[in-house]
């Protein structure tokens, strides 16, 4: 029996109550059926938005098709709902959303592992009767209290409670995860899950303290040895950063935090102009984080983390880590209870 089941495992059909969030716009099938495998659950993420977006869709399928193929258990993808300055939602999210739900129809086995579906940052409006009707389990990514009762009324199965302190596309109302995520648990009926600055056992039993019934993280999984996909020497910037490292700029769909280094100070230089040409900005972006990724030039690309690395100071085995820091969580919460008097010895 695993240490931990609550709605949440259940629903999800894993063991652990621990999900690789995604991490777009990075390679990540590999990461994420190394959770998967390990009894969390892994998310493949938006590969960017390259200028040819049925070359991105081909990229996503064949990413979700990779980690399908690693992996027996069930993972997810990560979709988020860019919107235009209208408010419509952009054609990458439509073609990306679309993509998944042809690869899970086009594909029975696919479709068994391919179980949940993570939208964020814009609203997903009509797309949540269409994750619903294809049979997934829809978890909608959110940063206020307001927004996560508007994602439980319009049907989402799990709401993600995303705090500051969290890494790469942070929410712009700026709530501390220890403040929002009572707030959001008293507010929904649904699962919760706390996303921003969790890395081992003691955040998970802290998580479930407030009321959530897992974590959703980011950095602590960057940083281990499963992910051959990120360059070296992004590992050992995340490694070495410490606390007041990070720092937030204009991002992709709002704020974003990565580390304070000569890209990011320049991008924040740059936004304060005003002749800055918007599209163009998001794909120069895009490219300096991939490039961070791929070439681990961490001095002069923008290297996406949350606060949290401050407090990581070595890669983790992820086969061995996820069920460690279930194992941990059990066990505080297990040995903070028999810490307490019993009824008849507090009379
Ligand atoms: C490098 C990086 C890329 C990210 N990309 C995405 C993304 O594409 N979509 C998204 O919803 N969240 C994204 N996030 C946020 C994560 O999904 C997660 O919510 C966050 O990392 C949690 O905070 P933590 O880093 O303290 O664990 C990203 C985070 C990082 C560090």
């Not at 081909?58 to 988020?80: D, L």
């Not at 009767?129 to 799990?158: N, P, Y």
């Not at 919760?192 to 003691?202: E, F, S």
């Not at 590992?235 to 410490?242: K, N, P, T």
Request: charged share 20%; proline share 6%; with cysteine.
């Amino acid at each position: 029996m695993p240490p931990i089941v609550n709605r949440y495992t259940q629903l999800a059909g894993i063991e652990h109550p621990i999900v690789q969030e995604g991490l777009g716009p990075f390679r990540t099938p590999k990461l994420a059926a190394a959770v998967s495998n390990a009894g969390g659950l892994g998310t493949v993420s938006m590969p960017g938005m390259p200028e040819d977006i049925a070359a991105g869709a081909r990229t996503f399928r064949e990413h979700i098709e990779e980690c399908a193929g690693m992996t027996e258990r069930p993972f997810a993808v990560n979709i988020p709902v860019g919107l235009d300055s209208n408010g419509d939602v952009l054609p990458f999210t439509d073609i990306y959303i679309r993509t998944a739900l042809e690869a899970r129809a086009a594909d029975p086995e696919l479709a068994r592992r391919l179980r949940v579906l993570t939208t964020s940052a814009g609203f997903p409006g009509d797309y949540i009767a269409r994750i619903k009707d294809a049979g997934m389990v829809h978890q909608h990514k959110v940063g206020s209290t307001r927004q996560a009762v508007k994602a439980a009324e319009a049907g989402v199965d799990v709401v993600i409670a995303a705090g500051f302190e969290m890494g790469g596309h942070a929410p712009s109302k700026a709530v501390h995860s220890f403040v929002l995520v009572p707030s959001v648990t008293e507010a929904v009926d649904v699962p919760v899950l706390l996303t921003g600055g969790a890395r081992d056992g003691r955040g998970l039993a802290a998580a479930l303290s407030l009321g959530a019934e897992g974590v959703a993280m980011g950095t602590r999984f960057i940083t281990s040895t499963a992910n051959s996909d990120w360059h070296p020497a992004y590992l050992q910037a995340l490694l070495d950063a410490e606390e007041g490292d990070d720092v937030a700029f204009d991002g992709v769909y709002g704020p974003c935090r990565g580390l304070r280094n000569a890209a990011s100070r320049r991008l924040i230089e740059e936004t304060r102009q005003d002749d800055v040409d918007p599209v163009e900005m998001t794909r120069r972006k895009i490219e300096s984080m991939q490039r961070a990724q791929t070439e681990g030039d961490t001095e002069n690309s923008l290297v996406m983390t949350g606060q949290v690395a401050s407090a990581i100071k070595e890669l983790v085995d992820v086969a061995e880590f996820v069920p460690r820091m279930a194992a941990e969580a059990a066990g505080i919460l297990r040995s903070l209870a028999a810490s307490l008097p019993s009824a008849v010895g507090a009379l």
